[in-house]
């Protein structure tokens, strides 16, 4: 992915951001719309909203970069690679296939919402980290790393309920 990176700017790398917490979101909601036990379906649901204001601040950040004009790309301004770039985030290639079928998937069980749930957060951190560092926009620079800390909270939070199902 950090290949991949050098060559988008601001806008397309808080579109793939946006992409991934949408893509978190609607597996979150289905999750609690199928988990039975109580506890579970109110983490799942506090989840979803945390990923819902995430999509807040990356539409109110890129609104801001699109009203800056001249918007710096992060790498060489390629059209070719930018045109590729912006059709990967179109098609959600950035996050995992299984993690869409298993989203909707009928009876998941908790262990499995939960697993794919931290793969999820991992894979977001791991691509907030990256895009904090080639971020030229310095309000996206800070939004990327406190991200990173709240999807951080997230993924101990589902790792914690992982491990209480393991102990029953």
Request: proline share 1%; net charge positive.
């Amino acid at each position: 992915m950090t290949t991949i990176l050098k060559f988008i700017n601001d806008d397309e790398a808080l579109r793939i951001a946006s992409n991934l917490e949408k893509e978190g979101y609607n597996f979150y909601i289905e999750a609690s719309k199928q988990i039975k036990n109580a506890k579970a379906k109110r983490m799942f649901k506090q989840l979803a909203e945390a990923e819902q204001k995430h999509l807040v601040h990356f539409d109110d950040l890129r609104g801001r970069l699109h009203a800056k004009k001249g918007q710096i790309p992060w790498g060489e301004d390629d059209e070719l690679v930018s045109a590729y770039i912006r059709s990967l985030v179109g098609t959600g290639v950035f996050t995992a296939s299984s993690k869409k079928s298993s989203a909707s998937k009928k009876n998941i069980t908790e262990e499995q919402a939960c697993r794919i749930g931290i793969q999820t957060e991992r894979d977001s951190i791991l691509f907030f980290d990256e895009a904090s560092r080639l971020c030229r926009d310095r309000r996206g620079r800070k939004m990327f790393k406190a991200l990173i800390d709240e999807e951080k909270q997230h993924l101990t939070d589902l790792a914690q309920h992982l491990k209480h199902l393991k102990s029953k």
